[in-house]
């Protein structure tokens, strides 16, 4: 993940992960992820770029960046908690599980810290329904979580 590249070299990448999945049926999707997975979010730099190399107007290609909550407008934190808001994990402690790592970690949802370790975000279920409350930190889910639980993943993200 390169995050610090000048605007040039981002259209010249954006341009070969284009030329490398435009010829899979319906490729924006794929594309928008594998810019995500170069840089850690998806430049506003590539927009036009994809939009010119996939015939879409520059709104249709951000309706789908804003719309889908995976894609990020802005790097993401070294590490990303993603604490689920969905129904089950609510009705088990999940908005007081979420007050807890929003004062552990300073922030709220769709931030990062201070020093650029830890992004804190909403996920509207991780399919933990029976284990709830859970969350996922750097793609790894736990389930049942309470205080201590969540006191763990946070000093696990902030090492």
Do not use: W
């Not at 990303?80 to 009705?91: D, G, I, N, P, T």
């Amino acid at each position: 993940m390169n995050i610090h590249l000048p605007r040039a070299d981002v259209a010249e990448q954006t341009l070969a992960i284009i030329d490398e999945l435009k010829g899979l049926e319906g490729p924006l999707l794929p594309i928008l992820h594998a810019l995500q997975d170069e840089f850690g979010y998806v430049p506003q730099e590539s927009l036009p770029v994809i939009a010119r190399e996939l015939n879409l107007s520059r709104a249709e290609v951000y309706g789908v960046v804003t719309f889908y909550h995976d894609f990020r407008e802005h790097p993401a934190g070294r590490h990303v908690l993603k604490l689920c808001r969905a129904e089950a994990c609510q009705s088990m402690g999940g908005d007081r599980l979420a007050d807890r790592a929003k004062a552990l970690l300073g922030i709220d949802f769709h931030e990062t810290t201070p020093d650029g370790g830890v992004t804190l975000e909403p996920v509207y279920c991780l399919g933990l329904c029976s284990c709830s409350p859970s969350a996922m930190l750097d793609g790894e889910v736990h389930g049942r979580l309470d205080d201590a639980a969540l006191e763990a993943l946070v000093a696990e993200a902030r090492r």
